[in-house]
T-cell receptor, first 110, second 113 residues
Framework: GIQVEQSPPDLILQEGANSTLRCNFS?????LQWFHQNPWGQLINLFY???GTKQNGRLSATTVATERYSLLYISSSQTTDSGVYFC????????????FGKGTHLIIQP | DTEVTQTPKHLVMGMTNKKSLKCEQH?????MYWYKQKAKKPPELMFV???????INESVPSRFSPECPNSSLLNLHLHALQPEDSALYLC????????????FGAGTRLSVL
């Protein structure tokens, strides 16, 4: 099956800092999603981005499908950005489950 | 509205109990999913229903029994679970097709004693 690797596994930053999270995947994908999992376990959709670039406020994402990686940028970090960020992909058509990376655990200190 | 509702939020059960987890969506999605997430691990796929038919079963033990009564509802029936089955169980749904974006519920946190 498809492999998904995320880096770094852990990241500790001060409030106001910028960060870049990386997701590498081993095969071509039809779907790539970035999620933020809050401390209560809720997976919050950030981006659906199998290719190209998107921005939403302080967050933006870029996927270079031909090189099999995606980047999530967080600017001007806030303490509420803390949590685990997952990249998840599927490579099939139709209704296939997502394969998740191991996540990046982000801690934003005040 | 992109809401997937899961009940209950928390569940404690003994190894001889029978219980059910419920998931509901009203987005008109035709695919629904169950994932299991152990502590400090990523979610792992258990089952996929497509147009109310089971399309993927990731070799899940038979003590987990999924059911899709209609296109809006997904159940997970639990019987004779083991303590190692304690986890966060997440439901998701998606509109099959070109942009198969999955939306997740808040999960049911299950403890098996």
């Amino acid at each position: 099956g498809i492999q998904v690797e995320q880096s770094p596994p852990d990241l500790i930053l001060q409030e106001g800092a910028n960060s870049t999270l990386r997701c590498n995947f081993s095969d071509s994908v039809n779907n790539l999603q970035w999620f933020h999992q809050n401390p209560w376990g809720q997976l919050i959709n950030l981006f659906y981005i199998p290719s190209g670039t998107k921005q939403n406020g302080r967050l933006s994402a870029t996927t270079v499908a031909t090189e099999r990686y995606s980047l999530l940028y967080i600017s001007s970090s806030q303490t509420t950005d803390s949590g685990v960020y997952f990249c998840a992909v599927d490579s099939g058509g139709g209704a296939d489950g997502l394969t998740f990376g191991k996540g990046t655990h982000l801690i934003i200190q005040p | 509205d992109t809401e997937v509702t899961q009940t209950p939020k928390h569940l404690v059960m003994g190894m001889t109990n029978k219980k059910s987890l419920k998931c509901e969506q009203h987005m008109g999605h035709r695919a629904m999913y169950w994932y299991k997430q152990k502590a400090k691990k990523p979610p792992e796929l258990m089952f996929v229903y497509s147009y109310e038919k089971l399309s993927i079963n990731e070799s899940v033990p038979s003590r987990f029994s999924p059911e899709c009564p209609n296109s809006s509802l997904l159940n997970l029936h639990l019987h004779a679970l083991q303590p190692e089955d304690s986890a966060l169980y997440l439901c998701a749904s998606s509109q099959q097709g070109w942009a198969n974006i999955q939306y997740f519920g808040a999960g049911t946190r299950l403890s098996v004693l």
